[in-house]
């Protein structure tokens, strides 16, 4: 795997979920009703709609914090030179994600041990 290219994608993917977090918070803050003067109290009709509009950007924001978790880990790896490496990693394992911290042997190892 070339070390530029790798570093170049993940950095260009944590920027990427940077600016979906700012999204993301954005939605969440027009979304409060003492944001937007609204007094809805849960006998609303329409207190279970918001509720779920609310539910939908704090479950994308907690997701990208996790993956920013991962590509922040992946570039540590990469930094101590340890990137790509358990079997090593293939690169279209890689490419096709490129947090992966474990081969698809190893995976497929934890998954048996973990279902089984």
Known sequence: ????W???LLATTRASL?????VMTGEIVALDPAANGSN????????????FERVQPVTLMARGHDQRHDVDWA???LAAHAYGRCEPINDQRLQA???APFCV???AAVWLKDHI
């Open 97 to 99: 994600l490129p947090t």
């Open 105 to 107: 042997r190893c995976v």
């Open 6 to 8: 790798a570093h170049t």
């Open 40 to 51: 809805r109290d849960e006998h609303d009709p329409e207190s279970a709609t918001i509720a």
């Open 1 to 4: 795997m070339d070390e530029g």
């Open 18 to 22: 940077g600016d979906r977090q700012v």
């Open 75 to 77: 570039l540590a790896r």
